[in-house]
């Protein structure tokens, strides 16, 4: 078994991408939203953190989280958000004919991807890139013509906060980075 080693800065932000079992295109239907809405609420409760930046596709999310100073856990926190919303969608989306031993052994249901990406953002250089990167991805993967046409993305708050302007990413001239973020 790999010996896979995290990056434990506390009070750092970071960027994710999260994936679902076998890239399953659900997670923009209303109840799954619903439940993920529900399940990062409960957490955020318990074990606090900002969403800086979040774009929710089909069979992926990618986001901008920052954790309190002094915690560097955001393990246990994407833990019991993954399980909170397999477990609250457990009787529409679970898929018993996708089970293997190695997930009956690890107790997990067949909603979400095992791991998951994350990368520490380094510096306000880094924390723009990746904001971009986030709030284009749906036009890279043709599901919107502009970034201000998908639904379910941050760059709406990020316009009206004037972080943006409002034409932000549909004009040419525009290079974005590939390659990270497992997409």
């Given at each position: 078994m790999s010996r896979?080693?995290?990056?434990?800065?506390?009070g750092a932000t970071w960027f994710f991408t999260v994936v679902t079992y076998d890239?399953?295109?659900?997670?923009?239907?209303e109840p799954v939203r619903s439940a993920l809405h529900d399940a990062i609420e409960l957490t955020r409760a318990t074990r606090p953190f900002s969403?800086?930046?979040?774009?929710?596709?089909?069979?992926?999310?990618?986001?901008?989280?920052?954790?309190?100073d002094g915690d560097a856990d955001f393990s246990t926190?994407?833990?019991?958000?993954?399980r909170r919303t397999s477990g609250a969608l457990k009787e529409?989306?679970?898929?018993?004919?996708?089970?293997?031993?190695?997930?009956?052994?690890?107790?997990?249901?067949?909603?979400?991807?095992?791991?998951?990406?994350?990368?520490?953002?380094?510096?306000?250089?880094d924390f723009e890139k990746h904001a971009d990167y986030i709030h284009f991805n749906p036009v890279k993967h043709g599901y919107a013509k502009t970034p201000q046409e998908?639904?379910?993305?941050?760059?709406?708050?990020?316009?009206?906060?004037?972080?943006?302007?409002?034409d932000w990413?549909?004009?040419?001239?525009?290079?974005f980075e590939a390659g990270f973020g497992g997409e």
């Open positions: 896979y080693r995290r990056d434990s800065t506390p890239r399953r295109p659900v997670l923009c239907n969403i800086d930046a979040w774009v929710l596709l089909p069979d992926h999310l990618h986001c901008i989280l920052t954790l309190p926190r994407w833990n019991l958000i993954k529409n989306y679970f898929t018993p004919e996708t089970m293997t031993a190695s997930k009956r052994s690890r107790r997990e249901l067949t909603f979400w991807q095992r791991r998951y990406w994350e990368h520490r953002i380094r510096d306000d250089h998908w639904e379910y993305s941050s760059i709406h708050r990020y316009q009206r906060n004037g972080i943006y302007p409002p990413g549909s004009g040419g001239g525009m290079i």
